[in-house]
């Protein structure tokens, strides 16, 4: 690793969220810009530039309960292996310390090689899954229901209230959240495809007879980060033409915080949790 701390981490502010899209889209990530400026708003987001060009990021976003989630931690691919993101994952752990936050997040294959050594801990496991969609939808949209059932179910999965994060995707214009019999699940707009997340419901069989009527009404592709353990749901949906794209791992930083009394079938996004 070259020595980098001449090169300072600035705090980045809501005009950046172009710049963040930029590094998101070269990762080929689902971000949109709406997404980064969620970061930009309720969050605390840290870069680093070369020059005028904003070349890694990496952002806190602090939940209720005294938890965050880290996310975006991107480097353009011409800087990376100089420090930059353990810098960034260093400046997120210092702002969580302060405010006595316990940090969360979902890490790919790459970024958990930079976790492990910083003291982050393996938690839970999720797939990445994508179903090609082409052509016309072949149902209407289930029906919609209520974003506070939404936003309780998420609470009593995460163990903390995520109120404010539901209510800023609930208001975008491609958003819905469905349900059908004991499930739930709010679908968004993505950067390349629609993302499903979070989803909850009572069984597998549930989860995926509102995955399959939410595919029914959409006409691209679409995304949704499944919670590995529930076999039976990973287990429809490959049959159903799902293709597994890459697993994320789940990490700790700090002290265990309340428990979920529920395990989601699908999470809100790897950058959410
Ligand atoms: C993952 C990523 C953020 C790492 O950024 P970086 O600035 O290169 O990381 P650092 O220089 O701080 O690396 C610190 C250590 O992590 C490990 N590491 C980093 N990238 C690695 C990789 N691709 N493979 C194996 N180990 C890696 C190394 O031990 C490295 O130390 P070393 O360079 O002294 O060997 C960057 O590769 C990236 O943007 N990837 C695409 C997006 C992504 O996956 N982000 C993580 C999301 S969770």
């Known amino acids: 690793m070259v020595a980098t701390d001449d090169v300072p981490v600035i705090q980045l502010g809501v005009e950046d969220a172009a710049a963040g899209l930029v590094l ?6 689902n971000q949109t810009e709406e997404d980064w400026r969620v970061f930009l708003h309720q969050g605390i987001v840290f870069g680093i530039r070369n020059g005028s060009q904003l070349v890694a990021t ?5 939940y209720s309960g ?23 994952v260093d400046a997120c752990l210092e702002a969580a310390r302060k405010r006595g936050l316990t940090s969360w997040l979902d890490a790919t294959p790459d970024g958990a090689a930079v976790y492990g050594p910083l003291g982050f801990t393996p938690t839970l496991q999720l797939r990445r899954l994508r179903l090609e969609k082409s052509g016309q939808a072949l149902a209407p949209a289930p029906s919609a229901a209520p ?10 999965a995460a163990g903390f209230d995520r109120t404010a994060l539901l209510s800023a ?12 019999k004991g499930a739930i699940a709010l679908i968004r707009d993505g950067r ?23 595919a029914r009404s959409e006409n691209g592709p679409i995304l949704l980060d499944a919670v590995a353990s529930q076999d039976a ?13 890459r697993p994320f791992q789940r990490m700790r930083f700090g002290p265990a915080t309340a428990a979920g009394e529920e395990v989601p079938f699908a999470v809100a996004g790897p950058e959410f949790g």
């Open 66 to 88: 005294e938890n965050a989630w880290i996310s975006m931690v991107l480097v353009t691919a011409s800087q990376r292996r100089r420090g930059f993101a353990t810098r960034l």
């Open 169 to 180: 995707f609930a208001q975008r214009p491609g958003s819905r959240i469905i349900s059908t």
């Open 24 to 29: 998101s889209t070269e990762a080929h990530w």
């Open 233 to 245: 749901f990973l287990a429809g949906l490959t049959t159903a033409g799902w293709t597994i794209e």
């Open 192 to 214: 390349t495809a629609r993302h499903i997340g979070p989803l909850f419901a009572n069984d597998a069989a549930d989860a995926l007879a509102l995955v399959d009527a939410i």
């Open 147 to 156: 974003r506070d059932a939404l936003c309780e179910r998420d609470r009593r």
């Open 58 to 62: 990496a952002a806190l976003l602090p």
